[in-house]
């Protein structure tokens, strides 16, 4: 069984930083891709960012481009978004999801096959 566990999230200042933490269990990072959803209140679920191992590719939606960054440790099956210079636009609850690949779904920010139980970021301004 799948399972897809966030945490990292909180309150930060506009400006700051954070890291969320996807900690994956019953898959393996070489054949999935991971990503970053968020979703606002009153606004629809935003593909972040991805990653996936088994082609070396990462994406980055255009409003997080040079200050988000993603990345994944296989030892603890954990992919990690550092989150910097972070803006109010950026509040969301925040979902890490995952697709086996070739992740037609992840790679397009339309969905995927399993997802976590979200992280709520909230950035101050």
């Known amino acids: 069984e799948v399972q897809l566990v966030e945490s990292g999230g909180g309150l930060v200042q506009a400006g700051g930083s954070l890291r969320l933490s996807c900690s994956a269990s019953?898959?393996?990072?070489?054949?999935?891709?991971i990503a970053w959803f968020r979703q606002a209140p009153g606004k629809e679920r935003e593909g972040v960012s991805y990653i996936s191992r088994f082609d070396q590719t990462t994406y980055y939606t255009n409003s997080v481009e040079g200050r988000f960054t993603i990345a994944s440790d296989d030892a603890k099956n954990t992919v990690y978004l550092q989150m910097s210079n972070v803006k109010p636009e950026d509040t969301a609850v925040y979902y890490c999801?995952?697709?086996?690949?070739?992740?037609?779904?992840?790679?397009?920010?339309?969905?995927?096959?399993?997802w976590g139980q979200g992280t709520q970021v909230t950035v101050s301004s």
């Open positions: 999801a995952a697709e086996i690949r070739p992740a037609p779904r992840i790679r397009t920010q339309k969905g995927a096959d399993y």
């Open positions: 019953g898959l393996t990072l070489d054949n999935y891709a």
